[in-house]
């Protein structure tokens, strides 16, 4: 997660990236001074150590954003941009979490656009879990409960086949031989 957030740091007009939770915990949090040393003049002391305050200011303005938009739309949004007079906040939601951007004065928030969809994806994809046998969980996979028998699953037509099977698979009776 860090590495996809270190990508996003380095785009031009990017101050601080960060993933936080949807309440406001932050997850990972990179600044651009912490691996260029470049500051643009901006000291380093008030760039870093807020993540705490920023994260939860910023994801409370999202919940009552949300709260006051609810009805009017069918979907919460999935970007939302706030311009502020010394940058812009860019915050793109993905599942169980939220990926910020902080931008410095000038920057447009459209230019992080594609890379913070980047960013997200790969989070995304590393945060799914492995089967057994080393393959990715599809997204049907993960949001259906396990099947009722071991081995047994419900969530695609190949499962419900094999559901059939492991229901008219009779066990044998070692009494039997």
């Not at 502020?84 to 939220?98: D, E, S, T, Y």
């Not at 990926?99 to 997200?120: F, K, Q, S």
């Amino acid at each position: 997660m860090r590495s996809a957030i270190e990508k996003l740091c380095r785009v031009a007009g990017v101050q601080t990236a960060m993933a936080t939770t949807e309440d406001g915990v932050p997850i990972a949090c990179v600044h651009r001074a912490d691996f260029d040393g470049d500051s643009d003049g901006i000291d380093a002391s008030q760039e870093v150590g807020g993540e705490d305050a920023l994260a939860a200011l910023t994801m409370g303005w999202v919940n009552e954003l949300r709260l006051a938009t609810g009805l009017l739309s069918w979907d919460v949004p999935e970007r939302v941009v706030l311009r502020c007079a010394r940058g812009a906040i860019v915050l793109r939601r993905m599942r169980g979490a939220v990926l910020m951007v902080v931008l410095r004065r000038g920057a447009n928030p459209e230019d992080v656009r594609l890379a913070m969809d980047a960013a997200a994806g790969r989070i995304e994809r590393s945060l799914k879990p492995k089967t057994s046998s080393g393959t990715r969980l599809s997204g049907a996979d993960i949001d259906q409960p396990p099947g009722a028998l071991p081995g047994c699953s419900t969530s695609s037509p190949d499962a419900r086949a094999a559901e059939t099977s492991c229901s008219t698979h009779r066990r044998e009776d070692p009494t039997e031989h």
